[in-house]
Structures are given as C-alpha cells and as structure tokens.
C-alpha cells in the first residue's frame, strides 16, 4: 500500500489535468488542485532555508577552511531576515537600504565577470582547427559585430554610396538572417526534441513505470 | 620563444585590462553609435503604442540583480512607455530574489510620471512558477490576494475590473531565465493573451523560434533591445550609453580572435616545417 498509494495519486491527479483541459465543468476541481500545488510548493522555500542554515552552522562549527565565508552567508542572511521582519521591506526601510547598495552591487559585479572570463576563453580556445570550429568561429564573429551598432557603423562608413543604396545596414541584416534562419531551425528542432521527450517521461510518470521521484532505485 | 608563440601565450591579465579599458573608456568618453531598431522591438513599442489609455498590461519582472545591467534598462524603458501612455501596470515576478528588485523598478520608472495603486501596482513574489501563472488564469486574486506592501488587492483602484487574463491586453515577462517558455504555454495559449518577451542577449537566441510562431509578439534581446527601446521612446538612458562599451568591447575580442587564430596558424606551420626538415 506504501507503494500503490502514491502511484494511485500520481495516476489520477495526471489523468484528470489531461481531461480538464477538454472539459470545462472541471474547472473548480482544477483550481482547487492548482491551489494545493503552490501551497506544497511553499515549503521548499522553509527546506531549502533549513539546509542552507544547516550546511553553514555545521562548517562554522566544526571551523572547516570555508569557515570565514559561511559565517558572513549566516550573518548575512539573519540580518536580511531580521531587517525585513522587523522593519518591513518597502521604500526607506533598511532592508531595501541594504538589497540596493550591497546586493544589487555584488550580485552585479558577479556577473559582469563573465565578460572578462569570456573574453579570455574565446582568446585560448577559440580557433579554426576544422570546419565546424571555423563555421562556428565565422558565425560568431558575424552575430557579434552586427548585434551592436558597431557594425553597421563601420559598413556606413567604409562602404562605397553605391553598396549603401544596395544595402545600408548589411550586418545587421546577415546576423538577423542567422537568427532566424538557421539558429532558428536549431533550436527548434531542439525544442520539439524536449517537449516530445517531457510527454513520454509525464506519461511514463502517470503510467507508474517512472518511480524514481519516490525514491532512489525503488 | 618567437613573436607569435609569446603572442600565443599571452598572460590573460593583460586580457582582462584591455576588456576593462574598452568598458571604462567610452563610458567617461562617449562616442555616441547610432542604434538602428530592429523589427522584434519595434513590434513590442508599436503593440503597447496602439493600445488605448485605460488598457492593463501585466509585467513580470522576473529577474534577479545578476541580470540587472541588460534588464534594468528595457524595464524603465517599457514602463516609462506604458505609464506615459496611460497604460494600467500591474507587476509581479516569479523570482524570490526579484522581490525588491521589482520594487524598487516599479517606483524608479514611475519617478514623476505614475502614481502607485492608481496608475500601476506591484504584487510582489509568488512562488510556483507555472502553476501560479496557471492560477491566474482563472482569477488573478487567488494567487494575490495582497501586494508587495501588504495592502488588499480588492483595496486598490487600479487593480478594479481586473480578474484574470482576459482583462489584461498584454503580458510582459522581462526574464534573466526560462520563465518566458511558462509565459507562453500557461498564458499566451491556453488564454490567448498576447505575451511580450524581454531577455538578456545570451538567451535571446532560443526565443526566436516562438517569435517566428508568432507565439509572442516580440522580442527585445539585452542591452542592444533595450537601447534599441530607448531611442524609439526618445529617452537616451544607460542602455544607449552602454552601447558604446558593447560595441568597443565586441571589438576587442574580435581582434583577439583573430591575433590568436593568426598565431596558432603561423605555429602550426612552422611546427609542421619543423617535422618535415
């Protein structure tokens, strides 16, 4: 029964958000079913705080090497807690104070990192070894000239008139070709490749013939 | 060690202070690149443009300050629009860490322009992604029934006659990751609501297919989207100054490219020179 009960659940609790789709009188069971998923869904957020508390306390405790980061994560996260508790989270309190000139800074100043990091990568291994790597190179450099104005900037300026009245903003026209032609195309295929694969994993799922989200190899 | 050995070997500090210098410089110098719109952005001013004051548009914010450089810009932007069009705003994010992001862009778009809870309203965080854009489908106030300061939402005037998708006219997700792809299967299908998408430029690539659909109406992709916003709003903000560090820097890696695929040719070259002799 420990086993049959979920898989039961699991089974009609599928079929019937197939069925409501096509049938419109289901649609007070639907919403009270939706309401029960973003009710259990709520205390992911109280498990996913309990772990983190968790994980940090126990480094802070047993001063592993990670010591000094975990105790400015836990510090961090109790004075961001206590703040919006104690003096709410709108304009002017401290919490917002804090969110806008320590969070937002650093969270930024994380990602503009890539740029550098980005730069170095393309630098050691970007390189024309075969012909994919050279399409890919080719295809690259193309999308990253004409998706800024640079590059029909430079194709004005360097560009004799009669190529201008044939073409004024070329780049920006074969990087829009490349979107929407052949990386379009790609990803498409890539998608339906998903989404066909997201339907015979949900029905695998409320066939009962997928089990792992009970538990490990069971 | 020959020149294009060293040039191989370059030590990537050096790397990192020139990408610096191509950032920093044309922020204190501006050179002022003209930005040309393109058709994906263009649709999604002309959408909001057309519709009459009065209108409701739903925007969810649903980023975090990581993408706030390329976001931040398109949502002023998109907000100034719709707020100086008389346009009803309604915000919400599906991102916890979005909460007072979305706050704080609400509020700093509406600067002198909109009022809160007559002209706009900010609802906060849910949590549960698609079932929550699910939800609201059949009745926005199940999902929130207060706002982001804890007010009841049946208490503020602008949310009046507002119950689910088919009061809005439009649904903006301004989204750092694949919140759009829930936007369009949960809302824009089923409730043929039309879905407006703003991305950072990496992921812009992936929503082309949807756009082609006609899934949504448009696509504003980055920091270029959002300039390319700017100037159809005539309002030159950080977007369009940020086109100049952009292009300078797409420039330098560039020729970066190229100086390394130069050197790694004249090696293999002579390496195979080498060989033979």
């Known amino acids: 029964m420990k086993l049959r009960l979920p898989l039961i659940l699991c089974f009609l609790c599928g079929i019937f958000m197939i069925v409501q789709f096509f049938v419109p009188p289901f649609t007070g069971v639907y919403d009270k079913l939706l309401n ?32 000094p980061y975990s105790t400015v994560a836990f510090v961090a996260m109790i004075v961001m ?15 917002e104070w804090m969110f806008k000139n320590i969070q937002v800074p650093m969270q930024a100043t994380m990602f503009s990192l890539l740029a550098f990091y980005i730069a170095s990568a393309a630098y050691r291994a970007f390189r024309a070894r075969t012909l994919e790597a050279t399409l890919m190179l080719v295809t690259a450099v193309l999308v990253m000239l004409a998706r800024v104005p640079i590059g029909d900037f430079l ?35 890539i998608i339906l490749g998903i989404s066909l694969g997201a339907i015979a994993t949900s029905i695998k799922i409320i066939l009962g013939i997928e089990r792992s989200y009970m538990g490990a190899g069971e | ?123 906060g965080f849910v949590p549960s992604g698609a079932v929550a854009i699910m939800r609201m489908g059949q009745d926005i106030s199940a999902v929130f029934n207060v706002d982001y300061s804890g007010k009841s939402i049946s208490q503020i005037p602008v949310m009046k006659g507002i119950k689910n998708y088919k009061d809005i006219s439009l649904v903006v997700d301004l989204a750092a990751g694949s919140t759009p792809e829930a936007w369009i299967a949960y809302a824009g299908t089923p409730h ?37 916003y700017e100037k159809l709003i005539q309002a030159r903000g950080r977007a369009s100054v940020g086109m100049d560090s952009q292009s300078m820097t797409h420039i330098a890696i560039i020729l970066l490219i190229i100086i390394a695929n130069v050197s790694y040719f004249v090696i293999r070259r002579k390496n195979k020179k080498e060989i033979e002799s």
């Open chain 1, 155 to 189: 194709w004005q300026h360097v560009m004799p008139d009669s190529v201008l009245q044939w073409k004024a903003n070329l780049p920006e026209d074969v990087a829009g070709w490349i979107l929407n032609v052949p990386s379009m195309a790609a990803r498409r295929g």
């Open chain 1, 81 to 95: 807690a206590l703040s919006g508790l104690i003096g709410g989270t709108g304009q002017g309190t401290w919490f």
């Open chain 2, 192 to 228: 043929h609501v039309p879905i407006a998408i703003g991305v950072t430029a990496v992921s812009a690539v992936g929503y082309y297919p949807y756009l082609n659909a006609k899934q949504i109406i448009g696509l504003i992709g980055g920091m270029k989207g959002a300039a390319e």
């Open chain 2, 1 to 123: 060690m020959s020149f294009w050995e060293k040039i191989g070997s370059f030590d990537r500090r050096y790397i990192f202070a020139l990408i610096a210098l191509t950032v920093i410089v044309p922020l204190l110098i501006p050179i002022g690149m003209p930005i040309t719109t393109t058709n994906e952005v263009k649709s999604v001013y002309d959408y909001i443009d057309a519709l009459p004051p009065g209108s409701a548009i739903l925007v969810a914010l649903d980023y975090d300050p990581a993408a706030l450089a390329e976001l931040y810009p398109m949502s002023i932007a998109m907000l100034k629009h719709a707020y100086t069009k008389k346009i009803k705003v309604i915000g919400m994010t599906l991102w916890i860490t979005g909460a007072s992001l979305g706050d704080v862009v609400m509020r700093e778009a509406a600067q002198g322009i909109a009022e809160q809870d007559k002209d706009y309203a900010y609802l």
């Open chain 1, 36 to 67: 029960w998923v973003m009710i259990i869904s709520i205390p992911a957020l109280v498990i996913g705080l309990t772990s983190l508390i968790k994980l940090h306390s126990n480094r802070i405790i047993r001063k592993t090497p990670n010591m």
